[in-house]
């Protein structure tokens, strides 16, 4: 399909007679026949030089939108110099009347004029309306009783496209009403001021431009009727319809020059933008300000799905001194699904040469379609915004739904610490914080633990001796190595935590395996830098205490792989398709402290024993050693409190171990410690919850053991020791 074309042209400022335009500094030194030249020879030359590059590319144009201004402060002629320039040069390319938008500008108003009377649109009317041309309903002018909609709007033939024309210049260099006392005296002011005619009349005018506005204003009557038009126009059989509106006065200032003026905006601009979005506007073009700029406006209504994205393209225009946006061709490809602007813009063109071009960037018209119950998408470089966004997305927004975090941390953020807010990391230190991070990230990633067979949730065997003798982990080291020169990387390189031969059991209660299912690395490039991106596939996740480990992991293995080939680390994006947010009580990812020493440091787990049953008086980290067992002891009291739905953290293993150590060193003719008892209860309970259906009924039949005997062991023992 051949994307439709359109010419673009705003602010000519023409009239009878010539309008000089000084592009050039003649003023240092006068010589004879060098002079400025007119806008209107300008403009035509430019048509000219438009219309050859259209020839050479044998391609025609679907419609030309003026945005206003063809007069030079009010001065006739403009619009019938501009109307025909369009006709004779673009004729041959499919222009006529009938394809050709136009809307007044503030200067193609008759000034003092009564808004919305005849004698306002004379000349304007004369040229682009009785000869055939689309423009808007004309306040005064054009009837509500028998509005023909199609004289308002151009469309392709198939409805693919529509351009809407909006009059916003009824108002414009109107006179404001003056108080009644004012009124009765303020013609004889300039005779009671000077008795001179000459000086009379230069007081009188004035004094009018005292009481005189350039309002852009939009009435209710037309608004009400481009609400008709809209909803009779005819629609694609299929598909979208791309929607255009075309009008003179902007809806924001295009750039950042300041215009100091009464009524610088659209007066009802926030009804005028409410509009737009319930007509569904893709985009939005304008002139007035002869200043080019694109921008977006995010127009909201009431509910967040209300909000549209809209472009809006402020027009340049030709003036002293300033030649290089005069015209442009507007071409939309994409059109139905994903229609995009294609801008080329020209300037005037010097005496034998070709007219400047410039081919900008391509703009997206379209805009993203909110799903109900559509997936989330969170993303910043700060890992406390972050973390805090996408908790409360999964709390409020997309709670047990699909869920997107993007995450840009700095390359030299290598050694993570918990992100503020996370439970129960205010009351430690940072080092503190980020040991324990640490600490559970390594045993999350171990290459095995005592756990495996009762706990078949670590990540580390999994990734590390997947069916118990492939390191996945390995094999993408091997695959950056051997592809270490080139910017990409293979879309095979991914790792999988889930074996469908070990861990389905055609849907029953009884499977079991990770949350946390595959993750895929990813090369990219920035300027002239190599990034490792990751991404983790989560078949749930929990973002009040997981999630934050799952970047520590994900960033842990993207550090090493990184390290590996000599690139810097990238992006962390992490996808569920259910997220989850339990802030109740800790979950599965607290690993129990005895279960880690189990695995990672199972000397601590024999000198607490030793110094517990009074075996090891002195050590020199026996204090330390206390204080961790007494912080476990209370970490058991606070999980007792609330199941959590991602799992309660109870330890089973390192339990038995420490319970089978104090035994060993107490032989049944030794005095054991007094908790021991209690103690024993504990690991029992525990391990019967291990073997149990872990529902609540069986949490609290563990929990009420728990809230019994470790107070009781919690007395028994001190910081100092039995």
């Not at 705003?10 to 000089?20: I, M, Q, R, V, Y």
């Amino acid at each position: 399909m051949t994307p439709p074309r359109f010419l673009l042209i705003t602010d000519t400022h023409l009239a009878d007679g010539g309008s000089e335009l000084r592009l050039d500094d003649l003023s240092k030194t006068t010589i004879p026949s060098i002079s400025h030249p007119t806008r209107e020879g300008e403009i035509g030359k430019l048509f000219e030089r438009i219309a050859s590059d259209l020839r050479g590319k044998e391609q025609r144009l679907d419609g030309v939108l003026f945005a206003g201004d063809a007069q030079r402060k009010g001065l006739p002629g403009g619009h019938k110099i501009l109307f025909d320039l369009i006709l004779a040069n673009f004729g041959e390319f499919g222009i006529e009347p009938g394809r050709i938008v136009a809307a007044p500008g503030n200067h193609d108003v008759k000034k003092w004029s009564e808004p919305s009377s005849r004698e306002r649109y004379e000349a304007f009317a004369a040229v682009w309306k009785a000869n055939g041309c689309i423009v808007p309903w004309l306040d005064g002018v054009d009837s509500r009783n028998s509005v023909d909609a199609s004289k308002h709007f151009l469309a392709a033939h198939d409805n693919r496209w529509i351009v809407y024309p909006l009059n916003t210049s009824n108002w414009s260099q109107v006179q404001a009403e003056l108080p009644k006392d004012l009124a009765t005296i303020w013609n004889e002011i300039p005779a009671r001021l000077s008795a001179n005619a000459a000086e009379q009349e230069r007081l009188s005018s004035a004094l009018n431009g005292l009481r005189s506005y350039d309002m852009a204003h939009v009435s209710d009557a037309q608004l009400e009727v481009m609400r008709g038009v809209i909803a009779s126009a005819p629609r694609p059989e299929s598909g979208p319809q791309l929607r255009v509106l075309l009008m003179h006065h902007h809806l924001r200032a295009p750039g950042l020059r300041v215009e100091l003026k009464a009524f610088e905006s659209i007066s009802n601009l926030e009804q005028i933008r409410s509009f737009i979005r319930q007509a569904e506007i893709n985009l939005v073009i304008h002139g007035h300000k002869h200043e080019h700029a694109v921008h977006f406006d995010h127009l909201g209504g009431e509910r967040v799905e209300e909000g549209r994205r809209v472009a809006v393209l402020s027009a340049g225009a030709i003036d002293d001194g300033r030649d290089t946006d005069a015209a442009r061709i507007l071409a939309i490809e994409g059109i139905p699904y994903t229609p995009t602007l294609q801008s080329t813009r020209f300037g005037l063109a010097r005496g034998g040469l070709n007219a400047p071009m410039e081919v900008e960037k391509p703009i997206r018209l379209w805009m993203m379609t909110s799903l109900a119950d559509g997936p989330e998408i969170i993303q910043g470089s700060d890992f406390n915004e972050v973390y805090a966004r996408a908790s409360d997305a999964a709390r409020e927004i997309v709670p047990r739904g699909t869920l997107i975090v993007h995450l840009d941390l700095p390359a030299n953020s290598v050694q993570l610490d918990l992100p503020e807010g996370y439970p129960e990391a205010a009351s430690i230190s940072v080092p503190e914080r980020q040991q324990w991070l640490r600490e559970i990230v390594d045993w999350w990633q171990l290459p095995q633990s005592h756990r495996d067979k009762s706990f078949p949730y670590p990540h580390g065997s999994r990734l590390r001796r997947y069916g118990g003798v492939s390191d996945q982990i390995e094999r993408l080291a091997t695959m950056l190595e051997s592809g270490r020169s080139s910017p990409t990387l293979s879309s095979r390189a991914l790792a999988i935590l889930v074996d469908p031969i070990r861990d389905f059991d055609a849907g029953s209660e009884r499977e079991a395996f990770p949350s946390f299912t595959m993750l895929q690395i990813k090369k990219r490039q920035r300027s002239n830098t190599t990034l490792l991106d990751i991404t983790g596939f989560y078949r749930a996740q929990e973002f009040s205490q997981w999630w934050p480990v799952n970047i520590a992991e994900l960033r842990a293995i993207q550090v090493k792989l990184c390290r590996r080939v000599g690139i810097e680390p990238g992006r962390i994006t992490t996808i569920t398709t259910e997220a989850r947010l339990d802030e109740r009580a800790p979950g599965q990812v607290h690993v129990p402290i005895f279960d880690r020493w189990l695995d990672q440091a199972p000397q601590n787990l024999f000198l607490l024993a030793g110094i517990l049953s009074q075996q090891i008086h002195e050590h020199p980290n026996a204090k330390d050693l206390l204080g961790q067992w007494r912080q476990a002891l209370r970490d058991f009291l606070v999980v007792a409190q609330a199941r959590s739905t991602d799992g309660s953290p109870i330890s089973s293993e390192g339990l038995k171990a420490l319970r089978d150590y104090i035994a060993a060193l107490c032989p049944a003719d030794r005095p054991r410690p007094q908790f021991f008892s209690s103690f024993v209860s504990l690991v029992e309970q525990s391990e019967q919850f291990e073997r149990s259906a872990k529902d609540t009924s069986s949490f609290e039949i563990w929990a009420r053991v728990v809230k019994r005997v470790v107070p009781e062991i919690l007395n028994a023992t001190t910081s100092d020791g039995p």
